[in-house]
């Protein structure tokens, strides 16, 4: 296994830390040899500003219980535009379902994809949805499914999940997918 370099490692982490370690660096330099202290923290400073900037326009992580709340509070006929919306974005066809083991058909590069969001609002998602969908990805002929939840997925929902082509979305991954939410009049819009 190839070994990971320190920008990877710093990226994957909050914006601050790699300012902290810039500044540590730049101390310590400056007790060593203070005509390379610059030098050597920049790069650091650099990546912090970077994920800084990158992290700010994802949104930061202390507000996903908020915007998940948001989420909750919506009719389904909002929620669905929300995830349908946030699906054409990323070049999807998007097309609403009759059945009741998934709500939308997504249509990409010649692959169908079947979306379940029925229970976005329960704390808890169990497994006997899950199931259904399974079910429908083969009576469709679907690639694969997606299942979308505002709560959490029950253990037994995520090992039954193991095995099979299905994606659980919920919590931060949610939010991601969604991207921002703000309320125009009566209906809800993403940006």
Known sequence: MA???LFTILSRQPWWLSMLVGALLFAAMQLIFPALAPFVALPFIGIGAWLGWKQLRAGV???VPERLAKLREMPWENFSLVVSEAYRRQGYTVEPSKSGAFDFRLRKNNRLTLVQCRRWKVSQVGENPLRELNQAIEKQDAYNAIAITAGEFSEKARSFVA????????????IKLVGRLEKRRSRWWMR
Do not use: K, M
């Open 3 to 5: 070994s990971e370099s």
């Open 61 to 63: 992580p202390f507000d």
């Open 163 to 174: 095995t099979t082509p299905i994606t659980l979305v919920s919590g931060a991954e949610l």
